[in-house]
């Protein structure tokens, strides 16, 4: 089967629209940050959707191919109560990023802002405006740290004067 194929059919099969990859309100999700195996982001995303959650898989235009936004890593969104011991097991999922021994919450605050810079097939645009935000820096590497960083903060971010704790 085609590999694009085997990216739509499921998201159809769960309602969603090109784009989409939830079928509930963002802000009704817990979202955290899972680590995958070497180069299966897409796999771990499909799986993922398979099993009824969120998923944010941002990419970046890597000349005529596109690749994960942040390699190596996935956001998974899930409904309070909604049983996640599953994740650790999914194909394509190493493991749970954490914070000490609880799993990092990611605030929503951060979906949606690299959901903001995403376009309809999830394509990020980098290095723009005035002041480049580390997380949509130029090389994999850069972006890469800065979200392990966040993530060793326990995802404390600073939107306009607000500090966002997860």
Excluded at 21 to 33: A, Y
Excluded at 125 to 147: C, H, M, N, Q, Y
Aim: net charge positive; charged share 25%.
């Amino acid at each position: 089967m085609d590999p694009i194929a085997d990216l739509w059919i499921p998201a159809l099969m769960l309602g969603l629209g090109v784009g989409e990859h939830q079928s509930m309100n963002d802000t009704v999700l817990i979202w955290q940050l899972l680590y995958t195996k070497p180069h299966a982001e897409t796999r771990a995303e499909l799986n993922l959707r398979r099993q009824g959650f969120a998923t944010v898989l941002p990419r970046v235009r890597n000349g005529a191919e596109c690749a994960p936004l942040f390699p190596g890593y996935i956001f998974c969104g899930h409904r309070a109560g909604q049983p996640t011991a599953c994740l650790r097991s999914t194909i394509g999922v190493l493991d749970i990023v954490r914070c000490g021994e609880q799993p990092a919450r990611v605030p929503v605050e951060v979906i949606e802002e690299i959901r903001s810079r995403m376009n309809a097939h999830n394509i990020v645009r980098l290095g723009e405006g005035p002041k480049i935000d580390p997380l949509f820096a130029k090389t994999p590497r850069e972006r890469v740290r800065a979200l392990e960083r966040l993530a060793a903060a326990g995802f404390r971010v600073r939107i306009g004067s607000r500090t966002i704790c997860s």
